[in-house]
């Protein structure tokens, strides 16, 4: 198992470890995974996300080689720009959903931990029939997540970089300083709040120096640290797909809900282009839902079946859990498009007993 360089931070803190993606994470420090999820709404906290994976892309057909890799734009992408994207295999089955980021017209693909060897094998694979360079950084770089509604004004202490919403927006990046350590300052998350990611390389050391940086800079606005548990249920208050879960090679990004980032007008083919295009134009014989628990006390966990008030089965839940932000438990889940318009009544199986629910839209917190 990997430790990321904080690994002994975390543990100082006191921090519930646990193994995910090959590396032992925190799934929650003392005050517990409502708190941590209360305090990133509501003040600043920062999450150790070095698990993530980072390959980079460069040479002379570096742009088509992601144009025909990955199923968005990539030429919409200019310096300083981050992009969601996915890439399927050829049944259009999901490999992994990422970023991609333009740095001087080189590229860099963040993806999910859990699938680096599985991506990176899958690229190279690809990457035969183009002219480009792949380069695995993921040991190289430390990531920190800081998000929340006060992380503008706690990172703001560290650097010379504007960070307001005019120079710095939503999916934008800056490469500066964080306490004279060179990074990549994202304005990214997966929280559904303001937020930043901060890409930097260095040992042991560099990292305690900016996490104590962050921590005192953030100090008056009450800043904590947040584990995976808290990124969860975050996550899914505002309906984003977590890979393994909601999203995998059994799934289409049509079905899957990420239509926007499939984008069949860029001008060239892309892996599974001409079969993604048909199941949009039929329509997909089932959808990714949001759905309200109506049942008390009732969490739909991933694999519970979903079936119709006639008894027949119509999917099943992908991810469920409590949503501390609204009180109640939610739920995503896959239905047949009988079932995928707002208002239908369904019911979740569990324990051999039905449990009703509703489909509505998402994101379940706006």
Known sequence: MKLTRFNAIHKKLNAKMVEFAGYEMPIQYPNG?????????????????????EFEVTGEDALSFLQYLTVNDVAKLNVGNVQYSCM????GGIVDDFLVYNIDNNYMMVVNGANITKDWDW????????????????DDYNLLAVQGP???????????????EDNLPFYHFKIGKIVDIDTIISRTGYTGEIGYELYFKGDESICEKIWDAIFEAGAEFGIGPAGLGCRDTLRLEKGYCLYGNDIDPTTNPIEAGLGWITKFN???DFIASDLLKKIKEEKPVRNLVGLNILADKFIARHSYKIFDNKGEKIGYVTSGNMAPSLGKP?????VTAEYK?????????????LFP???VKMPFLI
Do not use: P, W
Not at 37 to 53: A, C, Q, T
Not at 88 to 91: I, R, T
């Open 123 to 138: 690229i190279n694979k690809i990457a035969k029939n183009f002219k480009v360079e792949l380069k695995d950084s993921s």
């Open 88 to 91: 399927c295999y050829e049944n």
């Open 330 to 334: 939610v739920a995503i889940g896959y």
């Open 266 to 268: 860029k001008g060239c």
């Open 150 to 164: 006060k992380s503008l004004q706690t990172l703001q202490k560290l650097t010379d970089i504007d960070l307001s």
């Open 33 to 53: 995974i409502a708190a941590e999820h209360k305090l990133i709404r509501e003040k600043v906290g920062v999450f150790d996300v070095s698990h993530m994976g």
């Open 341 to 353: 318009a707002i208002g239908s009544k369904v019911n979740i199986e569990a324990r051999g007993k």
């Open 357 to 359: 629910a509703e489909v």
